[in-house]
């Protein structure tokens, strides 16, 4: 049984950093495509960034140059960091894996950018 767990959201100043992580089992994690997406409140959600399982990176725009995923196949984790966060980053990030034709979600993490 796979399992996404995402942990390190919280409250954050504009400008601040953040660093997300996503735990996973039950799956040959190093042939996976980890991606990290957000939803805020009443909108859609969006694709943040993806790490593909050879480290391929793709974000986006709206985070590039800001965000970094990264994953760690040794610890079955992915991480995302975030750094000079607008107040448009606020949302609820959830971490995404993807293994051929099946795709598991995590139960998301709050991120809220506020003065």
């Known amino acids: 049984q796979v399992q996404l767990v995402e942990s390190g959201g919280g409250l954050v100043q504009p400008g601040g950093s953040l660093r997300l992580s996503c735990a996973a089992s039950g799956i040959m994690f190093s042939l996976t495509t980890m991606g990290w997406y957000r939803q805020a409140p009443g909108k859609q959600r969006e694709l943040v960034a993806v790490i593909s399982s050879g480290g391929s990176t793709n974000y986006a725009d709206s985070v590039k140059d800001r965000f970094t995923i990264s994953r760690d196949n040794a610890k079955n984790m992915v991480y995302l960091q975030m750094n000079s966060l607008q107040l448009e980053d606020t949302g609820v990030y959830y971490c995404?894996?993807?293994?051929?034709?099946?795709?598991?979600w995590g139960q998301g993490t709050q991120v809220t950018v506020s003065s």
């Open positions: 995404k894996l993807q293994w051929a034709i099946e795709s598991y």
